[in-house]
């Protein structure tokens, strides 16, 4: 059963308010969301004794080892109970009941109370997964065992998901081919496009099926005047304006590039942020088809600075940060902020750096991915991928090797 | 090794506080109402009294500790039981072995809680930190929610029905129509039963209780103490207590009373065919149906077949839950785990304030409580002689 596309708005009807389920999570239980952002599927596990876990605890529950590690562990379960809510306490749950939810047991040990998929009764294998909830909070869901088609229109995975089906996007910079890439995929994808081009009256390579609107991010009046055209109409904004230039500090002698750089990717982002977010934030309920995602493409850099692109790295790094602000202030609406990582591009500008090189058309079909996935951190391409886990083996390792010229 | 006989040890003066939906006063006032109900049934004064035990949840930043300067008294002995369902049971365990120890010579066993519009939600939303990281986002149906999978996966299990839960709280409300301060007075139909508004299937309407405010009280003492107040007394024969019993079942289908039943028996001197009524912790009656089990009254999975074949009012074959039971009384938080104390109290001394089971001589007692994450962790019970 496959959700229809939204109907026009009654303009007279008073505009749904974003509600958030639950918060409140022990330091330990924020481990789940850590593991859903990136899409993995982790629980704790005993270091001392290799018991697995949940709900997350101090210490091991079976031998008492403060060792605890969070590790990927096998998912499939079986659901011995299921309950639909008819009547809950949180006003949030209070609009989308009937809810339901069961008891599953893993094969890799503990009894989960999960989320259920619609196509998940009492009696059936399924597969858990970690998603994050309108809240941003890490929860498990409980899916079919055999992946249905169906499976993103369910109800439990609509509220957890971005889905750019039937739903209108901004691109915010369509003059470079990531930015076209993103557009297509997104079009693909079943999304309505709108795509930013800053000074319309220089050539640029259309995207079929895209409108185009004038968009510069370095100009604060041509944000403003684009949010308050389609401002209200856009359910997911991609933030493609990217500046790509090599260099760090010396060899440049000035701050002319580097300027440039925060310009356009810190704050272009912030422009942006200021004109498009407050809509976003106050649309997250709105209809069948919500406002939803904040979508960065970022480079891998920003987590890790490559001294040959010092300028570069600086500016992702700041960007990162800001989605970090960008995500606690969407978080009252629902809107789920997704940094895309990014190696190095197979572009001009990457011409003398050795493959591999990312794609534009991988970054699209990434940011696909992550939407109708839920996540918020995806790793696009070797390079960021290697990178990203190395960063997460250890970031001051990493550091030392990214002097070494890696990459 | 065997453990040590409760000789003498003694339970009187059963109080209730009758209750209220709502409540614009704090927990306090409803406890110390009770202290002070069950003090004037003793006649006794504050300061007569050198043991104090209470069970709440809504006491804000107190415990018993706050109480006593509250109250005015000055015990040599203090406790407070953070166990919902299941603190009436621990409450008596811990006075009586003070009182037979000589580390007190009275103790008054109290539970209370306050209700607002609000504290319900608010309580759901702090109740333990698995429930917070691990159960409230999920729906947040609360209790209901959550006995709701037990009921289901008992269903599953043990070929139960919805009229045979039925049965259970039907017969309560038939009690509790004698009992003048259940809140639920008007007799229950099965049809009513069955087409009560779904909650959390397949839990509806009549298979919840209804949070309200109120209190509950007994003192705990010698029988010489009690005869020199000329005070009727329940005697206490056994008790078991256990908490977070089978840790490895995947959900939960029984109790902790299925770990000590044979020892409650056993110490009392008395099998489950002398027991004249049972008062069982029914906070849903899927909980219920494994008391009748788990306590020996029937097999593991014969819980359906049980109610089908008994008559569980007052006057009936198997007398449970004679007042009505939080499901017709209401549930006034913590004090829910002492009103089958009371009840029984009341019982086994011709105290009854509603229907009476005839010839009483012997009954068990049994608590329940806390729903850390998904299943009770808590369980005990007592057996009670005239």
């Given at each position: 059963m496959s959700i229809p596309p939204p109907t026009r708005k009654n303009p007279l009807a008073r505009t749904r308010q974003p509600l958030l389920p639950p918060v409140p999570r022990s330091r330990a239980a924020l481990g789940l969301g850590a593991a859903a952002s990136w899409g993995r599927f982790a629980l704790q596990v005993c270091a001392s004794c290799e018991h697995v876990q949940y709900p997350p605890r101090e210490v091991c529950g079976a031998c008492l080892s403060g060792a605890l590690v969070w590790r990927d562990v096998p998912s499939g379960g079986t659901v011995i109970a299921a309950t639909n809510v008819r009547i809950s306490a949180d006003p949030y749950f209070r609009e989308r009941t009937p809810w339901r939810i069961g008891t599953v047991t893993m094969d890799a040990g503990p009894a989960v109370i999960a989320h259920l998929h619609d196509g998940v009764a009492a009696g059936d294998r399924a597969r858990l997964v970690l998603r994050l909830d309108k809240a941003g909070q890490g929860v498990m869901l409980a899916l079919p065992e055999d992946g249905r088609g169906d499976e993103r229109d369910g109800k439990a995975m609509r509220e957890m998901t971005a889905d750019p089906r039937d739903r209108r996007v901004l691109v915010s910079d369509g003059r470079n081919p990531v930015g076209q890439a993103v557009a297509r995929a997104l079009i693909e994808a079943g999304a309505r496009v709108v795509v930013g081009i800053a000074d319309l009256w220089r050539p640029f390579t259309p995207v079929a099926g895209a409108e185009v609107f004038e968009l510069d991010v370095t100009d604060t009046d041509s944000v403003r005047r684009a949010a308050a055209e389609f401002g209200g109409r856009i359910e997911i904004v991609v933030n493609t304006a990217m500046h790509i230039r090599p260099g760090g500090i010396i060899g440049r002698g000035d701050v002319i590039t580097a300027r440039d750089e925060m310009e356009i990717t810190y704050f272009g982002f912030m422009r942006l942020a200021q004109a498009f977010g407050p809509a976003l934030r106050f649309r997250g309920a709105d209809g069948t088809h919500p406002a939803c995602a904040w979508v960065n493409v970022l480079s891998v850099f920003g987590l890790a600075g490559s001294p040959a692109w010092g300028g570069l790295s600086a500016a992702h790094a700041a960007a990162l940060s800001l989605a970090q602000t960008l995500r606690a202030e969407l978080r009252p609406g629902g809107i789920r902020v997704v940094n895309a990582l990014v190696g190095p591009l197979d572009d001009e500008w990457h011409q003398s750096v050795p493959p591999p090189k990312v794609a534009p058309a991988a970054i699209g079909a990434a940011v696909v991915r992550a939407l109708r996935e839920g996540v918020e951190q995806v790793a696009v391409g070797d390079v960021a991928q290697d990178i990203v886990a190395r960063w997460r083996d250890d970031p001051e390792v990493l550091a030392r090797e990214m002097m070494e010229g890696m990459a | 090794m065997r453990r040590h006989p409760y000789n003498r040890i003694v339970l009187a003066a059963p109080t209730t506080i009758p209750y209220e939906?709502?409540?614009?006063?704090?927990a306090h006032r409803w406890i110390g109402l009770a202290l002070g109900e069950s003090l004037r049934a003793a006649g006794l004064r504050p300061k007569d009294i050198d043991g104090f035990c209470c069970s709440s949840f809504s006491l804000g930043l107190d415990t018993s500790v706050g109480l006593t300067q509250h109250f005015g008294i000055s015990p040599r002995w203090l406790d407070h039981i953070p166990m919902g369902g299941a603190s009436g049971i621990v409450a008596l365990r811990r006075a009586a072995r003070a009182v037979q120890a000589g580390d007190a010579d009275i103790v008054a066993c109290v539970a209370g809680d306050t209700n607002h519009p609000d504290s319900f939600r608010q309580q759901l939303t702090a109740f333990s930190r698995f429930s917070a990281d691990a159960v409230y986002p999920y729906g947040a149906g609360g209790p209901n929610g959550s006995f709701a999978l037990l009921t289901d996966a008992y269903m599953r299990t043990y070929s139960a029905t919805r009229e045979d839960f039925g049965r259970i709280c039907i017969a309560q409300r038939a009690n509790a129509l004698a009992t003048p301060h259940a809140l639920m007075k008007r007799p229950l139909t099965m049809e009513q039963y069955l087409a009560a508004r779904p909650i959390a299937d397949p839990i509806a309407l009549f298979d919840c209780v209804m949070p309200c405010a109120g209190a509950e009280a007994f003192l705990v003492m010698r029988d010489d103490t009690a005869a020199s107040l000329g005070l009727p007394a329940a005697r206490l024969l056994s008790t078991i207590e256990r908490h977070n019993a089978f840790p490895e079942d995947p959900i939960q289908l029984r109790g902790g009373w299925a770990m000590d039943a044979p020892e409650l028996y056993a110490m009392a001197g008395i099998g489950p065919d002398a027991v004249d009524f049972l008062e069982t912790y029914d906070d849903y009656p899927v909980i219920v149906m494994m008391q009748f089990e788990d306590l020996g009254f029937c097999g593991k999975g014969e819980g359906p077949d049980f109610v089908r074949s008994h008559d569980l009012t007052v006057s009936g074959d198997f007398p449970q839950n004679t007042s009505g039971g939080q499901l017709s009384v209401g549930q006034a938080g913590a004090a829910g785990g002492h009103l089958g104390l009371v009840e029984a109290i009341r019982q086994l001394t011709g105290q009854t304030l509603g229907g009476r089971v005839p010839n009483a001589r012997i009954g068990i007692v049994s608590g329940f409580g806390m729903i850390n994450y998904d299943r009770g962790l808590c369980s005990g019970a007592a057996v009670l002689a005239a």
């Amino acid at each position: 059963m496959s959700i229809p596309p939204p109907t026009r708005k009654n303009p007279l009807a008073r505009t749904r308010q974003p509600l958030l389920p639950p918060v409140p999570r022990s330091r330990a239980a924020l481990g789940l969301g850590a593991a859903a952002s990136w899409g993995r599927f982790a629980l704790q596990v005993c270091a001392s004794c290799e018991h697995v876990q949940y709900p997350p605890r101090e210490v091991c529950g079976a031998c008492l080892s403060g060792a605890l590690v969070w590790r990927d562990v096998p998912s499939g379960g079986t659901v011995i109970a299921a309950t639909n809510v008819r009547i809950s306490a949180d006003p949030y749950f209070r609009e989308r009941t009937p809810w339901r939810i069961g008891t599953v047991t893993m094969d890799a040990g503990p009894a989960v109370i999960a989320h259920l998929h619609d196509g998940v009764a009492a009696g059936d294998r399924a597969r858990l997964v970690l998603r994050l909830d309108k809240a941003g909070q890490g929860v498990m869901l409980a899916l079919p065992e055999d992946g249905r088609g169906d499976e993103r229109d369910g109800k439990a995975m609509r509220e957890m998901t971005a889905d750019p089906r039937d739903r209108r996007v901004l691109v915010s910079d369509g003059r470079n081919p990531v930015g076209q890439a993103v557009a297509r995929a997104l079009i693909e994808a079943g999304a309505r496009v709108v795509v930013g081009i800053a000074d319309l009256w220089r050539p640029f390579t259309p995207v079929a099926g895209a409108e185009v609107f004038e968009l510069d991010v370095t100009d604060t009046d041509s944000v403003r005047r684009a949010a308050a055209e389609f401002g209200g109409r856009i359910e997911i904004v991609v933030n493609t304006a990217m500046h790509i230039r090599p260099g760090g500090i010396i060899g440049r002698g000035d701050v002319i590039t580097a300027r440039d750089e925060m310009e356009i990717t810190y704050f272009g982002f912030m422009r942006l942020a200021q004109a498009f977010g407050p809509a976003l934030r106050f649309r997250g309920a709105d209809g069948t088809h919500p406002a939803c995602a904040w979508v960065n493409v970022l480079s891998v850099f920003g987590l890790a600075g490559s001294p040959a692109w010092g300028g570069l790295s600086a500016a992702h790094a700041a960007a990162l940060s800001l989605a970090q602000t960008l995500r606690a202030e969407l978080r009252p609406g629902g809107i789920r902020v997704v940094n895309a990582l990014v190696g190095p591009l197979d572009d001009e500008w990457h011409q003398s750096v050795p493959p591999p090189k990312v794609a534009p058309a991988a970054i699209g079909a990434a940011v696909v991915r992550a939407l109708r996935e839920g996540v918020e951190q995806v790793a696009v391409g070797d390079v960021a991928q290697d990178i990203v886990a190395r960063w997460r083996d250890d970031p001051e390792v990493l550091a030392r090797e990214m002097m070494e010229g890696m990459a | 090794m065997r453990r040590h006989p409760y000789n003498r040890i003694v339970l009187a003066a059963p109080t209730t506080i009758p209750y209220e939906r709502y409540s614009i006063h704090g927990a306090h006032r409803w406890i110390g109402l009770a202290l002070g109900e069950s003090l004037r049934a003793a006649g006794l004064r504050p300061k007569d009294i050198d043991g104090f035990c209470c069970s709440s949840f809504s006491l804000g930043l107190d415990t018993s500790v706050g109480l006593t300067q509250h109250f005015g008294i000055s015990p040599r002995w203090l406790d407070h039981i953070p166990m919902g369902g299941a603190s009436g049971i621990v409450a008596l365990r811990r006075a009586a072995r003070a009182v037979q120890a000589g580390d007190a010579d009275i103790v008054a066993c109290v539970a209370g809680d306050t209700n607002h519009p609000d504290s319900f939600r608010q309580q759901l939303t702090a109740f333990s930190r698995f429930s917070a990281d691990a159960v409230y986002p999920y729906g947040a149906g609360g209790p209901n929610g959550s006995f709701a999978l037990l009921t289901d996966a008992y269903m599953r299990t043990y070929s139960a029905t919805r009229e045979d839960f039925g049965r259970i709280c039907i017969a309560q409300r038939a009690n509790a129509l004698a009992t003048p301060h259940a809140l639920m007075k008007r007799p229950l139909t099965m049809e009513q039963y069955l087409a009560a508004r779904p909650i959390a299937d397949p839990i509806a309407l009549f298979d919840c209780v209804m949070p309200c405010a109120g209190a509950e009280a007994f003192l705990v003492m010698r029988d010489d103490t009690a005869a020199s107040l000329g005070l009727p007394a329940a005697r206490l024969l056994s008790t078991i207590e256990r908490h977070n019993a089978f840790p490895e079942d995947p959900i939960q289908l029984r109790g902790g009373w299925a770990m000590d039943a044979p020892e409650l028996y056993a110490m009392a001197g008395i099998g489950p065919d002398a027991v004249d009524f049972l008062e069982t912790y029914d906070d849903y009656p899927v909980i219920v149906m494994m008391q009748f089990e788990d306590l020996g009254f029937c097999g593991k999975g014969e819980g359906p077949d049980f109610v089908r074949s008994h008559d569980l009012t007052v006057s009936g074959d198997f007398p449970q839950n004679t007042s009505g039971g939080q499901l017709s009384v209401g549930q006034a938080g913590a004090a829910g785990g002492h009103l089958g104390l009371v009840e029984a109290i009341r019982q086994l001394t011709g105290q009854t304030l509603g229907g009476r089971v005839p010839n009483a001589r012997i009954g068990i007692v049994s608590g329940f409580g806390m729903i850390n994450y998904d299943r009770g962790l808590c369980s005990g019970a007592a057996v009670l002689a005239a």
